[in-house]
Protein backbone atom coordinates (compact mmCIF):
# COMPACT_ATOMS: atom_id res chain seq x y z
CA UNK A 1 0.00 0.00 0.00
CA UNK A 2 2.80 2.44 1.15
CA UNK A 3 4.47 1.86 -2.16
CA UNK A 4 0.94 2.15 -4.32
CA UNK A 5 1.09 5.43 -2.36
CA UNK A 6 4.12 6.31 -3.25
CA UNK A 7 4.05 5.99 -6.74
CA UNK A 8 0.97 7.75 -7.30
CA UNK A 9 2.10 10.68 -5.34
CA UNK A 10 5.48 10.99 -7.53
CA UNK A 11 3.06 10.57 -10.57
CA UNK A 12 1.15 13.42 -9.07
CA UNK A 13 4.49 15.71 -9.22
CA UNK A 14 5.19 15.24 -5.40
CA UNK A 15 7.93 13.88 -3.44
CA UNK A 16 7.54 11.13 -1.14
CA UNK A 17 9.59 9.79 1.89
CA UNK A 18 9.41 5.94 1.36
CA UNK A 19 9.47 5.42 4.98
CA UNK A 20 6.71 7.69 6.53
CA UNK A 21 3.92 6.10 7.33
CA UNK A 22 1.18 8.46 4.82
CA UNK A 23 -1.80 9.38 7.57
CA UNK A 24 -5.13 7.43 7.46
CA UNK A 25 -6.97 9.04 4.63
CA UNK A 26 -4.64 10.59 2.39
CA UNK A 27 -4.96 8.12 -0.35
CA UNK A 28 -8.73 8.51 -0.48
CA UNK A 29 -8.32 12.74 -0.52
CA UNK A 30 -5.76 12.04 -3.12
CA UNK A 31 -8.12 10.29 -5.18
CA UNK A 32 -10.57 12.60 -4.65
CA UNK A 33 -8.49 15.79 -5.86
CA UNK A 34 -7.73 14.07 -8.92
CA UNK A 35 -11.16 13.18 -9.77
CA UNK A 36 -12.97 10.39 -11.00
CA UNK A 37 -14.44 9.04 -7.56
CA UNK A 38 -17.22 8.93 -6.00
CA UNK A 39 -16.77 10.35 -2.46
CA UNK A 40 -19.65 8.85 0.02
CA UNK A 41 -20.26 10.86 3.06
CA UNK A 42 -22.57 10.31 6.47
CA UNK A 43 -23.79 13.17 7.43
CA UNK A 44 -22.40 15.32 10.30
CA UNK A 45 -22.66 15.11 14.01
CA UNK A 46 -26.25 14.86 14.94
CA UNK A 47 -28.18 15.66 18.35
CA UNK A 48 -29.25 12.89 20.60
CA UNK A 49 -32.77 13.28 19.92
CA UNK A 50 -34.43 10.43 18.17
CA UNK A 51 -36.86 10.32 15.06
CA UNK A 52 -40.52 8.65 15.02
CA UNK A 53 -41.23 7.01 11.61
CA UNK A 54 -44.59 7.53 11.89
CA UNK A 55 -44.47 11.63 12.46
CA UNK A 56 -41.45 12.20 10.34
CA UNK A 57 -41.75 14.27 7.62
CA UNK A 58 -38.87 15.15 4.74
CA UNK A 59 -40.28 18.85 4.55
CA UNK A 60 -40.57 19.15 8.21
CA UNK A 61 -36.88 19.40 9.96
CA UNK A 62 -38.63 19.48 13.63
CA UNK A 63 -39.82 15.72 13.06
CA UNK A 64 -35.96 15.13 11.95
CA UNK A 65 -32.29 14.38 14.08
CA UNK A 66 -30.61 17.52 12.77
CA UNK A 67 -27.19 18.63 13.28
CA UNK A 68 -25.72 19.91 16.59
CA UNK A 69 -24.10 22.66 17.13
CA UNK A 70 -20.86 20.68 17.01
CA UNK A 71 -22.13 19.51 13.63
CA UNK A 72 -23.06 22.64 11.88
CA UNK A 73 -18.88 23.74 13.02
CA UNK A 74 -17.72 20.37 11.63
CA UNK A 75 -19.30 21.10 8.51
CA UNK A 76 -18.40 24.62 7.79
CA UNK A 77 -14.85 23.31 8.54
CA UNK A 78 -15.13 20.70 6.33
CA UNK A 79 -16.07 23.09 3.33
CA UNK A 80 -13.18 25.21 4.21
CA UNK A 81 -11.01 22.40 3.52
CA UNK A 82 -12.68 20.97 0.80
CA UNK A 83 -12.10 24.43 -0.80
CA UNK A 84 -8.45 24.53 0.23
CA UNK A 85 -8.08 21.75 -1.38
CA UNK A 86 -9.09 22.21 -4.54
CA UNK A 87 -11.48 19.14 -4.86
CA UNK A 88 -13.16 19.54 -8.62
CA UNK A 89 -16.83 18.83 -7.22
CA UNK A 90 -19.39 18.47 -10.12
CA UNK A 91 -22.25 16.93 -8.27
CA UNK A 92 -23.66 16.27 -4.99
CA UNK A 93 -26.28 14.68 -4.25
CA UNK A 94 -27.94 13.72 -0.55
CA UNK A 95 -30.77 12.24 0.99
CA UNK A 96 -33.84 14.85 1.66
CA UNK A 97 -33.62 14.59 5.68
CA UNK A 98 -32.44 18.13 7.12
CA UNK A 99 -29.16 16.42 8.53
CA UNK A 100 -27.59 15.77 4.97
CA UNK A 101 -28.74 18.70 3.14
CA UNK A 102 -27.69 21.16 5.97
CA UNK A 103 -23.91 18.87 5.93
CA UNK A 104 -24.08 19.12 1.94
CA UNK A 105 -24.74 22.75 2.30
CA UNK A 106 -21.89 23.42 4.65
CA UNK A 107 -19.23 21.35 3.22
CA UNK A 108 -19.80 21.65 -0.55
CA UNK A 109 -22.34 24.38 -1.16
CA UNK A 110 -24.78 22.72 -3.50
CA UNK A 111 -26.89 20.00 -3.52
CA UNK A 112 -29.73 17.51 -5.56
CA UNK A 113 -31.88 15.98 -3.36
CA UNK A 114 -32.64 12.15 -3.95
CA UNK A 115 -35.14 9.91 -1.75
CA UNK A 116 -32.96 6.72 -2.81
CA UNK A 117 -30.22 8.10 -0.08
CA UNK A 118 -32.61 7.72 3.01
CA UNK A 119 -33.80 4.48 3.56
CA UNK A 120 -37.54 4.49 6.15
CA UNK A 121 -37.86 1.11 7.95
CA UNK A 122 -35.00 -0.96 8.27
CA UNK A 123 -35.90 -2.55 4.60
CA UNK A 124 -32.00 -1.74 3.17
CA UNK A 125 -32.65 -3.98 -0.04
CA UNK A 126 -34.59 -4.95 -2.83
CA UNK A 127 -34.77 -2.40 -5.97
CA UNK A 128 -33.55 0.68 -3.85
CA UNK A 129 -30.61 -0.89 -3.00
CA UNK A 130 -30.09 -1.71 -6.67
CA UNK A 131 -30.23 1.50 -7.29
CA UNK A 132 -27.78 3.07 -5.49
CA UNK A 133 -25.45 0.56 -6.52
CA UNK A 134 -26.22 1.39 -9.85
CA UNK A 135 -25.40 5.15 -8.71
CA UNK A 136 -21.89 4.19 -7.13
CA UNK A 137 -21.48 2.35 -10.19
CA UNK A 138 -22.16 4.92 -12.69
CA UNK A 139 -18.50 5.87 -13.64
CA UNK A 140 -17.81 9.91 -12.98
CA UNK A 141 -16.90 11.70 -16.30
CA UNK A 142 -15.15 14.38 -15.25
CA UNK A 143 -14.61 15.72 -11.35
CA UNK A 144 -16.07 13.99 -8.06
CA UNK A 145 -19.41 13.05 -7.10
CA UNK A 146 -20.25 14.07 -4.00
CA UNK A 147 -23.77 11.75 -2.17
CA UNK A 148 -24.33 12.68 1.83
CA UNK A 149 -26.44 10.13 3.30
CA UNK A 150 -27.37 7.89 6.21
CA UNK A 151 -25.21 4.80 8.21
CA UNK A 152 -27.58 2.16 7.09
CA UNK A 153 -27.90 2.88 3.81
CA UNK A 154 -24.62 3.54 3.05
CA UNK A 155 -23.24 0.20 4.62
CA UNK A 156 -26.34 -1.38 2.61
CA UNK A 157 -24.41 -0.89 -0.72
CA UNK A 158 -20.47 -0.98 0.94
CA UNK A 159 -21.01 -3.49 3.53
CA UNK A 160 -16.81 -3.85 3.62
CA UNK A 161 -16.52 -0.60 5.69
CA UNK A 162 -19.27 -1.65 8.17
CA UNK A 163 -18.05 -0.39 11.37
CA UNK A 164 -15.76 2.40 9.84
CA UNK A 165 -18.26 5.44 9.46
CA UNK A 166 -18.41 7.85 12.41
CA UNK A 167 -20.62 10.81 12.12
CA UNK A 168 -19.24 12.93 9.27
CA UNK A 169 -16.26 10.41 8.05
CA UNK A 170 -16.83 9.49 4.40
CA UNK A 171 -15.49 7.21 1.71
CA UNK A 172 -13.70 7.14 -1.80
CA UNK A 173 -14.64 5.00 -3.87
CA UNK A 174 -14.00 4.19 -7.96
CA UNK A 175 -16.94 3.65 -10.39
CA UNK A 176 -15.98 0.64 -12.57
CA UNK A 177 -19.60 0.17 -14.41
CA UNK A 178 -23.16 -1.16 -13.55
CA UNK A 179 -22.92 -2.08 -10.49
CA UNK A 180 -19.55 -2.99 -10.18
CA UNK A 181 -17.20 -0.19 -7.98
CA UNK A 182 -13.75 -0.63 -5.46
CA UNK A 183 -13.42 1.04 -1.67
CA UNK A 184 -10.18 2.82 -2.31
CA UNK A 185 -10.78 4.21 1.56
CA UNK A 186 -12.63 5.79 4.37
CA UNK A 187 -11.07 9.12 5.41
CA UNK A 188 -12.35 10.54 8.64
CA UNK A 189 -13.57 13.71 8.65
CA UNK A 190 -10.69 15.51 10.52
CA UNK A 191 -8.20 14.13 7.56
CA UNK A 192 -9.65 16.55 5.40
CA UNK A 193 -8.74 19.77 7.74
CA UNK A 194 -5.44 18.10 8.17
CA UNK A 195 -5.19 17.43 4.50
CA UNK A 196 -5.89 20.98 4.07
CA UNK A 197 -4.17 22.77 6.84
CA UNK A 198 -7.48 23.94 8.22
CA UNK A 199 -7.96 24.51 12.00
Known amino acids: MRTTLSILLLFAGG ?37 DEKTLRYDDPSSQRRLSAEGERQGADMG ?6 GLPITEVIASPMQRTTRTAELAFGQ ?21 RAEVLGRPVER ?4 IISHIGTIYSVLPSITGELDEGHCVVIRPR ?14 AWLQAAQVR
Open 80 to 85: RAIRAL
Open 15 to 51: TVDAGAQQPKGALGIEAARRGGVVVVCRHGITDSADE
Open 177 to 190: GGTRYDVIEVVPWP
Open 143 to 146: GTRV
Open 111 to 131: VRLDSLWHTRGDDYGGPRRQL
